[in-house]
């Protein structure tokens, strides 16, 4: 139990355009979903924090308005990319909070290349 | 800055000995502690939680806790060449703060 689906994978896009990232939540309400990012021999950083109904909360130094953050509903969260640029190349991954007070549980990750 | 620190490795150890894994922290403040384990190109898995000073064993694995020493561990046993990944310490931090704070992970190669 405790999936979180998210999708797509994989994507290659131009740069200066926008792309979408979906991760739900399959078997449960997400309440809260955090947003990672991890480029390539990096940890993963924590990019936002979305909860259902209300703004997301940005980490300092991320741009809010270029990481559009979208949690309309409680199995469903949103991270579009926009005007993305080679720098925003990176491996972006959703976590929800499951369960008791401190799990988590990741979605398998979207590999973002942009050209 | 909270931070999570690691040895980045890579860390060799022979098939069937036991792998340690350290990590500090440096909110003192934080109250849970996980392991993931980070295959090349996929999402991290949870291997084991911790949240009481002390040793918590699950099959092979057993993670150790120090809050005075801000130190959490994992062990390994009867290590496995399939145990061969990356390990992430990653820490709740204290005052309401909800998302990980990940250390840059541990990479472990098992040795058949």
């Known amino acids: 139990g405790a999936v979180v689906s998210q999708h797509p994978s994989r994507v290659i896009c131009k740069s200066g355009t926008s792309v979408k990232i979906e991760c739900r939540s399959l078997?449960?309400?997400?309440?809260?979903m955090f947003w990672y990012r991890q480029f390539p021999k990096q940890s993963l950083m924590l990019m936002a924090t979305?909860?259902?109904?209300?703004?997301?909360?940005?980490e300092q130094g991320v741009e809010k308005d270029k990481f559009l953050i979208n949690h309309a509903s409680l199995t469903l969260s949103t991270l579009t990319v926009t005007s993305a640029h080679p720098e925003d190349s990176s491996f972006y991954i959703c976590?929800?909070?499951?369960?008791?007070?401190?799990?988590?549980?990741f979605g398998s990750g979207t590999r973002l290349t942009v050209v | 800055q909270k931070e999570v620190e690691q040895n980045s490795g890579p860390l060799s150890v022979p098939e069937g000995a036991i792998a340690s894994l350290n990590c500090t922290y440096s909110?003192?403040?934080?109250?849970?502690f996980f392991w993931y384990r980070q295959y090349s190109g996929k999402s991290p898995e949870l291997i084991m939680s911790i949240y009481s000073n002390g040793d918590k064993e699950d099959g092979r694995f057993t993670a150790q806790l120090n809050k005075a020493s801000q130190y959490v561990s994992l062990l390994i046993r009867d290590s496995q060449p399939s145990d061969s990944a990356t390990y992430l310490c990653?820490?709740?931090?204290?005052?309401?703060?909800?998302?990980?704070?990940f250390g840059k992970g541990t990479h472990l190669i098992i040795q058949p």
């Open positions: 909110d003192r403040g934080s109250q849970s």
């Open positions: 976590s929800a909070r499951v369960g008791g007070l401190y799990g988590y549980t």
């Open positions: 078997d449960f309400q997400a309440t809260t």
């Open positions: 979305s909860n259902e109904g209300s703004k997301a909360t940005y």
């Open positions: 990653a820490v709740k931090p204290g005052g309401g703060a909800d998302g990980l704070t």
